[in-house]
Each structure stands twice: as structure tokens, then as C-alpha cells.
């Protein structure tokens, strides 16, 4: 017990830290002792064997022992050391760039050397650079280090050397009974099945000198994968209980007949795809049941995700319930409340508007409207989580563009349909198409449905990537473009985040690009705009009464112009690539042939030139998210904060991928067999991590 509360306390019981130290350990997510344990080595140093030094290879960091031959100070373009060094095996070269008379004095012709460090190529012969040495008596056998040494992350003000004590200390106190194994057996990842959570800590901390240090260093060793695993797992129990919390509650059963549905299907011009029939089926049976839907609709852009929410709205309305769909910014959300209007009020359903650009008055009416339950369907952006607004009877929340939205914010304006114990069905929606396994770990709370199919007749993006100095080049492209009655998107991005800038930017583009293209309609719109006037100009564009739309990226999600067939964006590669597949969207979706140009400012990073590259070569969002998440990281891919992906300590999303389709299984099992455990693996991995708020 003593034992166990040594891992459980704050880092300051252990020797040598104090406040200071304990400040700079926070940093590297350190707080309690047994943190040290969960802080693992970024590679691993071999002190433990002596390289001869005719086995040398360049860039390797060894363990070298030898006679110096000659010492000497050289005097070249900078002054320093050398000490020729050799075993009777082969010789290298130690040179000092700073060094004391003192050291000049020990290293001298006859003395005995033990070195570590790196072996590079040096003008006449192998070198190493500073390397930290121990002179050794000149007879006798000096031991080695039984132990691969390792080398931790840090921060700075806190040494390698005192980390690596400090981990040993909270080492010591590590065994079964102060890390007590949780996992089950059927729970347990079989290809690390021999290592206890235990045994793993004590193998990555210190392998021993046989072990395979590649395998280690590219994460693959089976102890490494235990602790991922674990790690994985804790956060898929998380999620479940979240979604096993959510489930205790009802929903009040939305079905209604059919003939309500297809009243709208009638009108469309087009027939549902197989994949949108699929899904508003899914949907549909979700919202059938007395609990709440919690599901998450994925479709690329241009998939059609706006009918399907509008059939589930239909089936909330017909059922005597009120829907609300929320979207990410105000432009969007003023598209879905048009296509709304257009879709229901003929079928006698009141559709509500609400947003922070609306004046008082028409909010009031609106708000009052629908606490009355006069308004069944309210859209808007996050106005919508405001205290004052309240629903007569919420039973269908429908959250657009999900990776826009906090986990925070979804359960917020879920929280509004709320009563004691009933709860509203959740349906979210992302043209973020996260493979799948991701996302079943991102989104475990959610059920996944997929859109994988496109609307027929789309002709797909011809994407080009071209330097900004070639821009005379891409405003005549704009000329042609228009000159065939076709329109263009424009658009402008900063790096800089402030919203200001970008609107001037887009405005300053917007001047020039009149200057150069005087016969042109262009029209501007960025979100500093009066919502009013930003509705003119969109309206303008989508009549055809504007030959080139200049916009920021608030035109990023949703708008929809079948004839704009060419989209230039400025400053490509400081975007995402789901960012860019987004915008891109926006063009290619009518008919006709359509161009995406991806102007970059030179140089651009080899980085630069593998996302441009790949967006010039695929228009399937898959594929792209994929490749976006191996350049970028899930953290940013996802918006780390944005979802309940926690900074995992261990797990590497992309590198642990394989683990992944295990984990749904393996926190059933855990669930199921040993709730205790599960409940006591979530807070030994994520005891203050994760904060759902009052869920
Ligand atoms: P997203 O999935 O990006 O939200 P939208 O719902 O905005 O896509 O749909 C994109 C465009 O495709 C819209 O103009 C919409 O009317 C049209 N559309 C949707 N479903 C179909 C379909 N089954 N056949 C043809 N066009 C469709
Ligand atoms: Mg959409």
C-alpha cells in the first residue's frame, strides 16, 4: 500500500525535485511519479558493448575504447584538439573545438580512453566530435552499462542526465502490486500476450543489451505495442462509457409514415443515390428506437449530405418533434436554411432562422416563435447553444460539419432537448472522411454511417499546381474561363489568423484582379461582411450576375454554384489538405469541365510539394484524409481538442494503426467481464485528461 502511494504522488517526493524542477516536468506532462513511467524514450543509446574501431560505420553512436597515439592542437580555420586514437583494430580521431589547458594536459600520447558518441567523416580519417569520454587506468577490465541507455524527450532547464535518474527512481517503485495489471485475459493483445504492463514499462525504460534496437526505435516491439494498446484501450472505454451514459436515457420515438418523405422526394430533380437510401435508412431506424441516435453520417463533399438531414428533419417534424441543424459559419448556415425553406415550407413546415448577425427584434420573434413550438425546424450556426434559446420539443439535433464542433459543443446542444431522463437523437455529419478505423477511435460514441457514393453526372477537378509568379499566366485563365460564360472562385488565404487581415487581403485582391480584368463582374465576400450584404453578393453569383467571386474561406463548406468551373487559391500550401478538398469541392459540380489551380509561393517545402502533389492526383477524399493524416498527424487532421482524441502519451494514431480494429472488441470484453478494471484503466491513463463536461 506504502508502495502505491508512491506512484500516485506528486513528483516533489522524489529526491532532487524540487519546485523548480517539478515546473519544468509539468511541461513534459509530468506531474506524478508514476508519469515518469508513461514518459517514454525516444531512442535508445548502446553503452553496452565496445565497438572495435575497425567495425566503425559512419553516423552510428558507439561505445569506443583505445590508446591515444598523438595528441595535437591543429590551427585551421578554427583551433582544436586532436587525439588520434587506435585499439589495433583501427583508429579514429577525437577533436575538441573547446577545450581547457587542463584537458590538453590529460590527453596525452599513452593514455587509455573509453568515448561515446558519434562517428562521422572527418577530413583525413572517422571522427568524433566532442564525444564524452573517461580516461581509464592503464590495465584492468572497466564494466560496461548491463542496459541500453535511454534517451527521453525533454524540456529545456531539465538535463538528460537528471530525467533518466528520475525515471529510474519512480522505476524502483514500480512493480504488480503498485501497477497492478488490468487486463483480462480475453481483453489482451495477443501479439504482446507475455508482457504485463509491468514488464513492458521495465522493457522500454531498459532494454537489455540483446535487444533489437531497430525494432524498438521504429516502435514496433511487442512491449512498446502492449503500452500502445493499453493506452488505445483506455481511450475506447472512455468513449464507451460516454456513449453507455448517453444510452440510459430515452429518446422520444421519431416514425412517421412514409408518404411525409416522399412528398419531398417527389419534388428533387434527381433520385436519391443507393448510398443516400442506405444511410437515411440507417438513420431512420435509429430514430425509431427509444433511445438516442448517436450517429455520425461521412460523405465527401458534394455527396449529398443535405437531403438525408433534411429527410431525418422530416421524420422529427411528422413525429410531433422540433429539429434543429447547426452549421459552422454563417454562410453555410443561410444555404441550408434557403434549401430548407425551399424543401419543407411547402409541406406546411415552419423553418427558423437563427444567428449572431441578427438584430434583436427578429431574434426575439424568433426565439419566442420557437419555445411555442411554432417553428418545428430551427437552422443556424452556434447562436443556437445560447441559454435563450429554447425548444418547445427538441427530439432531432443535426450537427453539420462535425470537425468544426467540439465534442463540448455537440453535448451542449444536445443538452437542450433534455428533460430529466430523455434525450434528443443526435445525427452529425463531416465531409471529413476519416478512415474508418480513426474514426471508430476518434468518434467511438457515434455510430458510423458512410455516403461512399457519388451523385451521377459529376465531372471530376483537373487540379494544377503553379508558383504565384506565374499569376499573369492564371488571370488569363480567368479571362478564358469567363469568356465561356463560365465563373470563377477566387480565393484568399493568409497565415495569419486574424480575420482582419484576411478580409483585407481579399479585398486588396479583389481591387487588383478589377484593375487587371476590367471587363470582369467581380464581386467580393469575407466574413467581416454584413450578413445582408454578403447574401447580395452571393446571391449575385450564384444568378450568374458575377463573372469571379474573390472570397476568404468562409466559402470553404457547402455553397453551391454548379456553374463556377475554375477555383484559384492563392497560398495553397499553407492550407490542409481537407481544407484544400473542401474548396475544391465548391467547383465540379455541374456537368461541366472543371479546374482547380493551386498557386504557391515559392519556395515550397518538400513538405509543400507532397500535399500539393497529392491533391493534384486524387479527387477521392479518402484518400486524401489518409494521406493528410500521415503528413499532418490525426491532432491536426482531427483538431485534437476538436474531438475526444485525447494527446495520447504512447499511441501514435498513424504508427498503432493496426490496433485499432482490435479495440472495439477488446473494450467490449473489458466492459462486459471487468467493469472494475475498465473503470480503474481510464484513470490510470486519463484520470484528468478527458473533461466531457456534465455528461
Ligand atoms: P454535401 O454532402 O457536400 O453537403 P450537398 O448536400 O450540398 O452535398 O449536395 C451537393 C449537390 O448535389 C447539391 O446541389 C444537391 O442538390 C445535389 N445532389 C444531392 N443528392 C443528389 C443526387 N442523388 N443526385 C443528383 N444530385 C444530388
Ligand atoms: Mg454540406
Redo the contacts with the bound molecule.
Sequence with gaps: MAADKQLSQPVTALKGVGDKVAERLIKIGVQQVQDLLFHLPLRYQDRTRLMPLGALRLQQEVLIEGVIQLSQVKFGRRRSLLCHVSDGTGAIILRFFHFSKAQQQQLTKGRRIRCFGEVRNGPASLEMVHPEYQLLAEEGAVPVENELTPVYPTTEGLHQLSLRKLIKQALSCLDQETMPELLIDGARLHQSAEYSLVDALQYVHQPPPDAPVQQLLDRHHPAQKRLAYEELLAQQLTMKKLRAQTQHHTAPVLQAKQDKRQALLDVLP????QA?KRVTHEILQDMAEPRPMQRLVQ?????????VAALAAIEAVASGCQAVMMAPTELLAEQHFRTFVNWLSPMNIEVGWCAGKQTTSERKQMLARLQAGEISVAVGTHALFQDEVVFNNLGLVII?EQHRFGVHQRLALRDKGCDIDSMPHQLV?T?TPIPRTLAMTAYADLNISV?DEM???RTPVTTVVLPDNRRHDVIERVYAACQQQRQVYWVCTLIEESEHLQCQAAEDTATSLQDSLPDLRIGLVHGRMKTKDKDTVMTAFKEGQLDMLVATTVIEV?V?V?NASLMVIENAERLGLAQLHQLR?RVG?GQIESHCVLMYHPPLSENGQARLKCLRETNDGFKIAQRDLEIRGPGEVLGTRQTGLPQFRVADLIDDQDLLSVMDNAANVMLKEAPKQADALVNRWFAHKIDFGNV
Excluded: E, Y
Design positions: 434527381f433520385p436519391l443515390t443516400q460523405g465527401d463533399v458534394g455527396s449529398g449530405k443535405t437531403v453539420d455529419m465531409a455516403i451523385p451521377p453526372g457547402g453551391d454548379p469541392g459540380r
